[in-house]
């Protein structure tokens, strides 16, 4: 290899890891604010001023006050812990569940490999959104029901994904060896394929956090996810839609969180694509 493309990829590799150092304390600084997100709201989220009613931004009230009074900024902080937290429980359990799925249709295939496939191009065949709607409605909404709803949908992407990596490990020369060592079916799982196939999982759910995060918010703007007076982001924007053209700082208040969040967990996301992609580390 030449010295100037030696070059070259040194630079792209100390590119992606400055990137994913900014993104990663960025997402990081996100995670621990909505944690102890009561110690820095500078007034109570939830108190009540009806003299001080759609008040307009101002230093005392940063993103102003909404129609009951209550000081926007506060909301929009202490809003984080459920948007957030929401969203990377919800990550969390789509990710384990079509782990899960995968793993035992691509180890054990034969019948059960062909239903559970079955069903996940089922999940698949619809729009994302709209089946959830569907499913929040039949459950009753909620925020609960609204992350059963996107659950429910979303576990397919990750089924696909574990059982083609579990396919493609199934045959290779290290675990064939291992097998004929006396390894049963449970550590061949967890000692060897779950470790390999385990990259492009993790990258994935990375990658879904902003589209869950958005899917989330889209629920309780619709009236299906958290519920007036729980700070939430996407239920803010609905209880204060109709007030876009008057006060449009209450509707774009949390609006503008749900963009800086979604922003940086793609962009972190982005990043751990690329770095785990070997072309960016030279190899």
Known sequence: MSEPTVRIQKIRRDTVKTRLIIFGMLAAILVVCSIFCEHLTPYDPYLQ??????????????FGTDRYGRD?????????RTSIFSTLLLVAIITVIGTIVGVFCGWHGKWIDTVLMRISDMFL??????????VAGVLGGGLQNAIIALAAISWPKYARIARS??????????????????????????????????GPILVTSMLDIGTMMMELAGLSFLGLGAKPPTAEWGSMMSDTRSLLTTV???????????????????????????????????R
């Open 72 to 80: 926007m900024l506060s909301r929009v902080i202490v809003g984080s």
């Open 165 to 198: 990596q579990t396919l493609a490990q199934k045959e290779t020369p290290y675990l064939r060896a291992a097998r004929l060592s006396g390894d049963g079916p449970m550590k061949l799982i967890f000692k060897h394929i779950l470790p390999n196939i385990i």
């Open 125 to 134: 065949a619809f729009p994302g959104l709209v089946f959830a709607l569907a």
């Open 49 to 62: 001023d009806l003299m001080n009613t759609k008040a307009a931004p101002s230093p005392e009230h940063i």
């Open 248 to 282: 449009p700082w209450v509707t774009l208040a949390p609006g503008f969180a749900i963009f800086v969040s979604v922003m940086i967990f793609n962009l972190l996301g982005d990043t751990i694509r690329d770095y785990a992609d070997p072309r960016s580390r030279g």
